[in-house]
């Protein structure tokens, strides 16, 4: 007997259909003598419906109110859920967060889980129920409802998983797994049987969104294995786990972030301390920046670049005004048209000459590499944003990941790879 903590997505609970395919799968799993745990996300794109709503009342809705609202869309899952086992003769508990003993910070809107208390849902358990909890929300000391931010439900799995002991951690999605790159624009992408918690942080931080990047935190923390695998389908996905557990590839997947602006402040005074005061500033203001770059000057001035995500941008342009004028720079730019392409592996702490590598396979395919940033498992480069399939298919195949296998998007529905289109360039 195992203890399996699972998580479904929005997409896996969009329709009754899907809900009741769910319910199919927990029983069988029940069934084959294992105590089982749902944590469900709210249906389809319910959490962007709440928000709308609240949107449409209060252009800056106050974020404890805000918490109430959106907590709902996952009770909504977590009750039917546990209708449709019912019907199935299974006997199921539905839970919210503050049910299923899940305190959290008081920090409204992205709380962190503080603590687990098991006992009802360990008592569950033991007693037969299928528990199904309500992701994404938490309660404080005080009482208050709270949510741990857009795609929590990972987290709270993952949370769960360590808080009872269980033997695996298995999150369904839309995709059936990790990917060496993302097969939508790589389509000899190749889905990893398994790769290490570094990796998945580095690739998750690049750009990769399959697993929320606090969820991998927590996993790796408290040593939770997650399994990321399909719901449309009975296909083992990619195990998420210690490295010492596996081979080290070289390059082990490539990822890419177009959600990000470069920024150039233009012949900044070439003084002490600049730097420090230009980046004090942007900091004070909470807008989290990346990758910068400062030109060598011959002339007393210098440019700095960084990048920042494009949703900062209407906060981050005023800070810059300011500090043009403050620091006597000439003036900033904001190009849009960029794009992040990364390589991890944890390989290349050994191997030598894998930026190089890169380097030259960009330079003979026509991309222009405008900044660079690495890691000890990470090279990284901000290209032209038109460049970027470019990019990602030649690393991929210089790099030795191409599958013999042409991916087809069959498991994903016609509204789904709309929406999946439009977000990507
Ligand atoms: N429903 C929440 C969201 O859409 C939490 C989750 O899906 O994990 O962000
Ligand atoms: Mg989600």
Request: glycine share 8%.
């Amino acid at each position: 007997m195992a203890r399996i903590v699972t998580k479904f997505g929005g997409t896996s609970l969009a329709t009754p259909q899907r809900i009741r395919e769910v319910a199919a799968r927990l029983l069988a799993y029940q069934n084959e003598g294992n105590q089982v745990v749902a944590v469900v996300s709210a249906m389809g794109k319910s959490t962007d419906e709440l928000l709308k709503l609240a949107h449409d009342v209060n252009e800056n809705p106050p974020a404890r109110e805000l918490d109430q609202l959106l907590a709902t869309g996952e009770q909504v899952s977590m009750s039917i859920l546990a209708m449709a086992l019912d019907a199935r003769g299974a006997h199921a508990v539905s839970m919210t967060g503050r049910q299923a003993g899940i305190v959290t910070t008081t920090v409204h809107n992205k709380a962190k889980i503080s603590e687990i208390n098991a006992e009802r849902i360990n008592k569950e358990l033991e007693a037969g129920g299928i528990v199904i909890v309500a992701g994404f929300q938490g309660v404080t000391r005080e009482g208050d409802i709270t949510t741990l931010g857009r795609g929590g439900s990972d987290t709270t799995a993952v949370a769960l998983a360590a808080g009872i002991d269980a033997d695996i951690c298995e999150i369904y999605s839309d995709v059936d797994g990790i990917y060496t790159a993302d097969p939508r624009v790589v389509p000899r992408a190749r889905k990893l049987d398994a790769i290490s918690y570094e990796e998945m942080l580095e690739l998750a931080a690049a750009g990769s969104g399959v697993l929320t990047m606090r969820a991998v935190e927590f996993a790796r923390n408290y040593g939770v294995v997650i399994h990321s695998r399909s719901t449309f389908n009975n296909k083992p996905g990619t195990l998420v786990k210690e490295a010492s557990e596996m081979e080290q590839a070289i390059v082990s997947g490539i990822a890419y972030d177009n959600s990000e602006a470069k920024v150039t402040l233009r012949d900044v005074p070439d003084d002490v301390g600049i730097a420090a005061e230009v980046f004090g500033t942007i900091a004070d203001a909470n807008i989290n920046i990346d990758m910068i770059v400062q030109n060598i000057s011959e002339n007393g001035t210098t440019d700095i670049s960084f990048t920042a995500p494009m949703g900062e941008l209407p906060r981050l342009q005023p800070v810059l005004e300011a500090a043009v004028v403050k620091f006597g720079a000439r003036k900033f730019v904001v190009d849009e048209s960029v794009a992040k392409v990364s390589i991890v592996g944890a390989g290349m702490k050994s191997n030598p000459g894998i930026a190089a590598k890169m380097f030259r396979v960009l330079a003979d395919n026509g991309v222009n590499i405008g900044m660079i940033s690495t890691s000890a498992i990470r090279v990284s480069v901000v290209i032209d944003g038109d460049k970027t399939e470019t990019a990602l298919q030649t690393l991929h195949t210089a790099f030795g990941l191409d599958s013999e296998e042409v991916f087809e998007e069959t498991q994903l529905s016609g509204e789904e790879l709309a929406a999946k289109k439009a977000k990507g360039r």
